[in-house]
T-cell receptor, first 113, second 116 residues
Framework: QQQVKQSPQSLIVQKGGISIINCAYE??????FPWYQQFPGKGPALLIA?????SEKKEGRFTISFNKSAKQFSLHIMDSQPGDSATYFC????????????FGGGTRVLVKP | DGGITQSPKYLFRKEGQNVTLSCEQN?????MYWYRQDPGQGLRLIYY???????QKGDIAEGYSVSREKKESFPLTVTSAQKNPTAFYLC???????????????FGSGTQLSVL
């Protein structure tokens, strides 16, 4: 049973455009929602994370929007650059359960110059 | 440099053979994890360990085994019982509980396992 559903599977955006990736979760006990960025042949790296007590968090060109009632959260990449081309994973966990992250299926983003 | 080292980068397994993937960290992290990544799919948890000499099964533990004899090491053995072992394997670690930094997972660069 997939507890975190991510869409779209792939995304092509022009340089300077906005990339938007969406995730939906089922477990209302989740209280930590990170996004990881992965380049080919490498391990993922934490990009940005949010907790359900805030509805938005911004770090540079990356913003997480969080909708607790809809059980959805999204990643917005503003002014997308070719160097942002990577696979992005959303994830969720319940911090009292050993922080076992449940990952979404991933979104491959390609930013065209 | 502090980090997580996975070896080898590429590994080939013959039919009926057990193979062991190495994961070493010098971050002084308490918890360590093994994930499996298949093409176009997310990461699935195989095993995790929150403390030395203790580990728990993740969502897809069948056909795998681990040990945690030292804080810095968490090797994964892919046994012959794992019938579809071809995948990219990722090791990760994090601080223990009680720290504001405890949620961030640090990943190694992965091991690509293929079946001959």
């Amino acid at each position: 049973q997939q507890q975190v559903k991510q869409s779209p599977q792939s995304l092509i955006v022009q340089k300077g455009g906005i990339s938007i990736i969406n995730c939906a979760y089922e477990n209302t006990a989740f209280d930590y929602f990170p996004w990881y960025q992965q380049f080919p042949g490498k391990g993922p790296a934490l990009l940005i994370a949010i907790r359900p007590d805030v509805s938005e968090k911004k770090e540079g060109r990356f913003t997480i929007s969080f909708n607790k009632s809809a059980k959805q959260f999204s990643l917005h990449i503003m002014d997308s650059q070719p160097g942002d081309s990577a696979t992005y994973f959303c994830a969720a966990s319940k911090t009292t359960a050993g922080n076992k992250l449940t990952f979404g299926g991933g979104t491959r983003v390609l930013v065209k110059p | 440099d502090g980090g997580i080292t996975q070896s080898p980068k590429y590994l080939f397994r013959k039919e009926g053979q057990n193979v062991t993937l190495s994961c070493e960290q010098n971050l002084n992290h308490d918890a360590m994890y093994w994930y499996r990544q298949d093409p176009g799919q997310g990461l699935r948890l195989i095993y995790y360990s929150q403390i030395v000499n203790d580990f728990q099964k993740g969502d897809i533990a069948e056909g795998y085994s681990v040990s945690r004899e030292k804080k810095e090491s968490f090797p994964l053995t892919v046994t012959s019982a794992q019938k579809n072992p071809t995948a990219f394997y990722l090791c990760a670690s994090k601080y223990g509980t009680g720290s504001t930094m405890c949620e961030k997972l640090f990943f190694g660069s992965g091991t690509q396992l293929s079946v001959l």
